[in-house]
């Protein structure tokens, strides 16, 4: 499918990682996204030897092309259900971006199914633009992201203030220090997430770093914290995410809180204008348990 391959391509920004994700030849992605290319009239992607980045029609149809597949998973979804004679469910399709508390979902979501045990509740993965975009579409009924400036006809409520954190290896001249500013980071390989995932978190991050007067070099990107923290143990450079994205300390690895103006973000839970009720109970839920500290494990 067309707007498959142009996520997964946007996401990955390389054809063969894409095709993988995808089960299928780099050929056969590289057609749809160059058929998609024909129909729009307008180049989505920059291609060299060594590198594939996102054009401004690519950045600007990606939360669209989320949205949309939200929109189709949905109705698939609902389609197969009927179809194998299921009385009729509502569906509530939760947006969720890489990067945030997924612990805090998981803890609300068993109380959400007892609520509302004819709700059939998809998750999705996509960036908070998207999320905007799907929410006004009426294609998802709920998300979770981060703070953006621009949600007209979207309620935003946070649910927790986020610092960003540098990792680093454990024997790293910085690994003793209780804190760093963004000018300590000038200049420096730092390893964080990609802008299309997340372009609220990484103009928060440049942000930080034009107020301190520095310099923000990064040099890789990856789209999982793990994946961040195995470039950090192998020496690449300094990664930088956000505490919530760290469920465990990675072994060998320091976590070091950025200080100074703009080194936080907002979580946030959004809602369309008129949620459902099995929205609002999951946004109460969330609010409600963002509050408290996690149940200890026995």
């Known amino acids: 499918m067309e707007l498959e391959s142009f996520v997964a391509v946007a996401e990955e920004l390389h054809f063969g990682r894409a095709a993988a994700r995808l089960h299928r030849g780099q050929p056969t992605v590289s057609d ?19 590198r594939v980045s996102l054009t401004e029609l690519g950045e600007a149809l990606l939360p669209d092309a989320h949205a949309a597949l939200a929109q189709l998973r949905r109705f698939q979804q609902r389609g197969r259900s009927l179809a194998a004679g299921d009385r ?28 509302f045990p004819d709700v059939t509740i998809v998750p999705e993965a996509m960036s908070t633009a998207a999320q905007v975009t799907a929410l006004r579409a009426e294609a998802i009924g709920l998300g979770i992201g981060w703070a953006t ?19 680093v290896p454990a024997a790293h001249p910085l690994a003793g220090r209780a804190e760093l500013s ?12 990609p802008h299309q995932i997340n ?18 070099r990064i040099i890789r990107t990856a789209d999982s914290v793990h994946a961040i923290a195995a470039h950090v143990a192998a020496g690449t450079g300094i990664g930088i995410t956000v505490e919530s994205a760290l469920d465990h300390r990675p072994p060998g690895l320091r976590t070091i809180p950025l200080t100074g103006p703009s080194t936080t ?7 369309p204008a008129e949620p459902s009720d099995a929205a609002t109970a999951l946004r109460d839920l969330l609010l409600h348990a963002s509050a408290e500290p996690p149940a200890a494990d026995h």
């Open 32 to 50: 749809a996204v160059r058929r998609l290319e024909n129909t729009l009239g307008g180049r989505l992607f920059h291609r060299t030897s060594r």
């Open 149 to 167: 400036g621009d949600v007209t006809g979207v309620r935003a409520r946070v649910l927790s203030t986020e610092r960003f954190v540098a990792l």
């Open 265 to 271: 973000v907002d979580q946030v839970v959004l809602t």
């Open 88 to 115: 009729i469910r509502s569906t509530l399709v939760v947006g969720h971006a890489e990067f945030t508390g997924q612990q805090l979902l998981l803890r609300c979501l068993p109380q959400l199914r007892d609520r």
């Open 199 to 216: 372009s609220g978190l990484c103009d928060r991050l440049l942000s930080a770093f034009r107020i301190g007067g520095a310099d923000l």
């Open 182 to 193: 963004a000018s300590e980071l000038s200049t420096t390989d730092l390893l964080t997430w």
